[in-house]
């Protein structure tokens, strides 16, 4: 299984963009990049997920490089309500599971 | 996005007695449920998956014993804690698929259980 590395935390003004990297050196060609984020004793909520070209949603954008071994997950104006855990997950490539990492806590200053 | 309900949202049970937690699709049939738990400050934890009609597959270290889930219609799983202790206490989380098996599908999840045994 593809795993995947996420700075420990991060610190983002509010306002600005906040870009949340994940390295995912050993995904393989039909390993989708999939985020996720977690608030306080919540579920987690579904961001936005792509293969190689990169994704836009209403909540973010994902930028993947070409060689598929990193991406960036962009929140362009972020808010204090974006103050959660991030989670990067490659999908399992049996199955339908999600193992989730230890992610990265987001804390969105004003 | 696609709705999964969970409940309850919180329970407190004393020890030796059993607790279920009920994972609802509300908008669509789900095939697959995943169980998951979340112990303070980590990450989730992949329990087990459970397929309509058929037996759960556990994860590793994961007790079938212990936590009995039931996938009995495509709306509904249930997980529940047999004989419950002070270390089941936890934070525990569905999600469900409509299990098309395919990678690029979006999984969503319940809002979580919060079991706290006495």
């Known amino acids: 299984d593809a795993k995947t590395t996420q700075p420990t935390s991060m610190d983002c003004a509010e306002g600005r963009a906040a870009n949340l990297p994940c390295n995912h050196s050993t995904i393989s060609g039909n390993e989708y990049v999939y985020w996720y984020r977690q608030i306080h004793s919540q579920g987690p909520q579904y961001i936005i997920h792509g293969l190689k070209n990169n994704e836009t949603n209403e909540m973010a954008s994902l930028i993947i490089t070409e060689d598929r071994k990193s991406s960036t997950l962009i929140l362009p104006h972020a808010t204090l309500r974006d103050t959660a855990v991030y989670y990067c997950?490659?999908?399992?490539?049996?199955?339908?599971?999600?193992?989730f990492g230890a992610g990265t806590i987001l804390r969105v200053k004003s | 996005g696609a709705v999964v309900s969970q409940h309850p949202s919180w329970v407190i049970c004393k020890s030796g007695t059993s607790v279920k937690i009920e994972c609802r699709s509300l908008d669509f049939q789900a095939t697959t449920m995943f169980w998951y738990r979340q112990f303070p400050k980590q990450s989730l934890m992949l329990m087990a998956t459970?397929?309509?009609?058929?037996?759960?597959?556990?994860e590793q270290g994961v007790e079938k014993d212990k936590f009995l889930i039931n996938h009995a219609s495509l709306t509904l799983s249930t997980l529940t804690v047999t004989s419950a202790h002070p270390e089941d206490s936890s934070f525990y989380i569905c999600?469900?698929?409509?299990?098309?098996?395919?990678?690029?599908?979006?999984?969503?999840f319940g809002s979580g259980t919060q079991l706290s045994v006495l």
């Open positions: 459970s397929n309509e009609g058929s037996k759960a597959t556990y």
């Open positions: 999600s469900a698929s409509a299990g098309t098996g395919a990678t690029n599908e979006k999984l969503f």
């Open positions: 997950i490659v999908r399992v490539g049996y199955g339908n599971k999600l193992v």
